[in-house]
């Protein structure tokens, strides 16, 4: 329902439901689990309304991110979701890095050699994360962060990457982080 606009912003707070999709960020069930992670991503992406309420899932969706049990598609709806907590603000900059959401998408990252080379960025976590973190760099502090990152030196061998995508990304980040 919030895919397209923030149509049903207004309803979605009369009833309270983000606060809910929050907490099915820890549900027990995966298919719950990776539905909310793509939920928090729409109510997070047309614009900023939402974020004060959403504060409370960036610890869950950093732990979803680095769980080994779970689903490769939930980790790519909590990479999308995480990057768009920051698109329309800065207020999240600290809590990304003290709740380990940064460090997280970073070592991600790490299993990009598993990636088979040109597959389709929906079926990689490395590649959404290398892209999350492509966007975010648009912040200073995450420029900061990254730049001092044990990962940095391998996002800078992935600019020589055979798979596009991570060539891609790999260089923006670069690019981006050694401007400041
Ligand atoms: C996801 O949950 C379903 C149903 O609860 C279960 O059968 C399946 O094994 C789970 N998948 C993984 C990868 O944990
Ligand atoms: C994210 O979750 C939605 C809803 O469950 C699903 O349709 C979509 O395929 C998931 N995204 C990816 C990249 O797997
Ligand atoms: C990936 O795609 C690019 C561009 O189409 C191509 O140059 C490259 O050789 C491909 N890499 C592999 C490993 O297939």
New binding site residues.
């Given amino acids: 329902m919030c895919r397209h606009n923030c149509f049903f912003y207004g309803l979605l707070a009369k009833h309270n439901i983000v606060s809910l999709l929050v907490d099915c960020c820890s549900d027990g069930d995966n298919h719950t689990r990776n539905s909310a992670c793509f939920a928090i991503g729409n109510v997070a992406y047309h614009n900023d309304f939402f974020y004060e309420e959403l504060r409370r899932c960036i610890p869950k969706l950093a732990n979803l991110l680095l769980s080994e049990e779970e689903l490769d598609r939930t980790k790519i709806n909590a990479s999308g979701a995480l990057s768009n907590l920051v698109r329309h603000s800065n207020k999240f900059c600290h809590d990304m890095v003290s709740k380990g959401a940064m460090l997280a998408l970073l070592k991600l990252v790490e299993d990009h050699s598993v990636v088979a080379?040109?597959s389709s960025w929906c079926e990689s976590p490395p590649k959404v994360a290398l892209l999350a973190l492509d966007k975010m760099c648009v912040h200073t502090s995450f420029r900061q962060f990254v730049r001092a990152s044990d990962q940095y030196s391998l996002i800078e061998t992935l600019c020589e990457s055979?798979?596009?995508m991570i060539a891609k990304h790999a260089s923006n980040i670069i690019k981006r982080t050694s401007q400041s």
């Fill in positions: 080379p040109n055979e798979d596009e």
